[in-house]
């Protein structure tokens, strides 16, 4: 590919006094019989190479959404062009053949983390080490639909990988159509790399405004089951944002947005992400995090199997408060993590821990099948108990979302519990197995992918 120079125009004036006879003249005194003072330029201009201006002006005609974006990007207002990004090489297994009918520049359709590390190092790294980034592999390690094939190729594509991300696959120079096109945050690349920078910041805008709000998290994290976006809209926070956040100053440079400058409450990106109240901007979403609150039974992060954290939650949980700390007092920090906390106990001791040792008893009794996972009624029912309302009510709690923490949680615990212990004690008293049905749209692939680690 054809490179393009460095993407800089500046232009610096110096002016340099000297004295006090130079001073005075710079404020305008004592200026009579003095010489000009000198003008100093540094310039150093870039232009568009022929082959990217030939870009620009081709996709203009036959894809005017994509050069609208770009051109109204801080890319564009840079000269990052089209092959700077997408530019590829004989060795990358994506180039576009179906571009090679109409120009012989090798073109890369991915545009991957990897490629985007060549601008942004720090960022790529932070993200490399996050969950966002693993997500494939995590839900490999312990999803049953997964594992045991109970859902197919579709249901997948359109689901699962459409957040988690897919395995891209390209045969014959060809993307495979299951795999591709796909922006899920644990993307797995041809070129080794995982995520896709775009999930957050949507091409060819790439946006940081877009990146900040919290609609673009409620793409993925909304539904019964990790319902962080309505949970947001149902808090304080997103009740002022809603009510105010088109007046706050969304463009403030990295590590510069502040609490009480450039916005009032915060998004997700503030309290998961931001450079605030002495604490480094990361994309590392891992981090900032006491409690794995999406597990079957609330652990901490470097407890969880699947994916430990390797940092200590104590210190975690203290950019978290120094997060709160930038807008509320220590008592009311304090209190407020206190009851979050201690809905983490209840959850896991009142809820899940007595329903699981239910369930263990009649798989001990083979009146449960442990061959799969979710294919009887009494297994569907424990999966929804922590995947669903025990989900809710933890992170209505860690939000302070009342209504999800009560009547789409506790509430709705107590109700499956009761349910759940019905039809357990009647298994039990009948020594009847439990129902095996045959699920519906079942029938995935169960191979493991090679990129997991062993």
Known sequence: MKSTRNIVSVVMVCFVC????????????????????????????????????????????????????????????????????????????????????????????IVSPRDCS???????????????????????????????????D????????????????????????????NVGVGRVNPDGSRGSCSSCHTRHRFSLVEARKPEVCGQCHLGPDHPQVEIYNESKHGAIYHAEGDTW??????????AGVDYRTPTCSVCHMSGINGLT?????????????????TI????????????????????????????????????????????????????????????DELYEKNLLSKEKNLDEKLEIEMYELWHHEGRRARFGAAMM??????WHGFYELKKRCMDMEAEIEHVLQTGKPVKVFQVKGSGGDTIKPDYLDK
């Not at 395995?167 to 495979?176: A, L, R, S, Y």
């Open 401 to 406: 979302a009342p209504d999800y923490a009560w």
């Open 300 to 359: 901490r992060p470097n407890e969880f199997k699947a994916f430990p954290a390797s940092g200590d939650w104590k210190k975690e949980r203290e950019k978290m408060e120094k997060v709160c700390l930038a807008c509320h007092s220590q008592t009311w920090v304090t209190g407020h993590f206190t009851k979050f906390d201690d809905a983490v106990i209840n959850y896991n001791e009142n809820y899940y821990l007595p329903l699981k040792k239910q369930i």
């Open 118 to 152: 060549r601008c942004h190092p720090a960022e790529a790294a932070q993200y490399d080490k996050s969950k966002h980034a693993h997500t494939m592999e995590i839900i490999w390690k312990i999803d049953p639909w997964l594992n045991d094939g109970l859902n197919n």
């Open 281 to 297: 901007t990361t994309h590392d979403v891992t981090e900032r995090l006491a409690w794995e609150t999406q597990a079957p039974l």
């Open 154 to 181: 579709i249901e997948r594509a359109t689901g699962c990988y459409h957040c988690h991300g897919s395995v891209v696959k390209i045969e014959n120079g060809e993307f495979d159509d299951i795999t591709w096109p």
């Open 18 to 109: 000297f004295g006090i006879t130079g001073l005075k003249a710079a404020f305008g005194q004592e200026t009579q019989g003095l010489e000009p003072l000198p003008l100093k330029e540094y310039r150093i201009e870039r232009i568009l190479s022929d082959d990217a201006r030939e870009c620009i002006d081709c996709h203009a005609r036959e894809s005017k959404g994509i050069v609208a974006d770009w051109a109204g990007s801080r890319h564009a207002h840079a000269n990052v062009n089209c092959l700077d990004c997408h530019g590829g090489s004989q060795a990358d297994a994506d180039i576009s053949k179906s571009h090679l009918e109409y120009d012989q520049t090798l073109i890369s359709a």
């Open 249 to 258: 100053n969304w463009d403030a440079a990295p590590g510069t947005w502040s």
